[in-house]
């Protein structure tokens, strides 16, 4: 799978895991410099705590796009270093 936001690559893995539609790349698969952290965070009643990166391609910012559980609840624990897309990333 990879996943990208106007035709650049953030991440590329064969080891994606479906959780709710969305598929969570492992951390490593990231093109680390597209990313930045996020202070913004939310909350899902069973995977835990959300953190959020913003995307940066070509001098935009997408904001919050990426977002991951850093300690996720028991019944999520596989997602644990993963991380997922949405707002205009396109995964494929």
């Known amino acids: 799978m990879r996943a990208t936001y106007k035709d650049q690559l953030l991440a590329e893995s064969d080891d994606t895991i479906v959780v709710e539609g969305n598929h969570y ?3 490593e698969s990231l093109v680390a410099e597209r990313f930045s952290e996020s202070p913004h965070t939310s909350y899902c ?3 835990g705590d959300a953190k959020y990166y913003h995307v940066e391609v070509d001098g935009e910012t997408n904001a919050n796009a990426a977002w991951y559980y850093p300690e996720p609840l028991a019944k999520a624990l596989n997602i644990k270093g ?3 897309f949405w707002k205009g990333v396109e995964v494929a």
Do not use: E, L
Request: glycine content about 12%; proline content about 11%; cysteine-free.
């Open 45 to 47: 009643g069973w995977k």
């Open 82 to 84: 993963y991380v997922a």
């Open 25 to 27: 790349f492992p951390a």
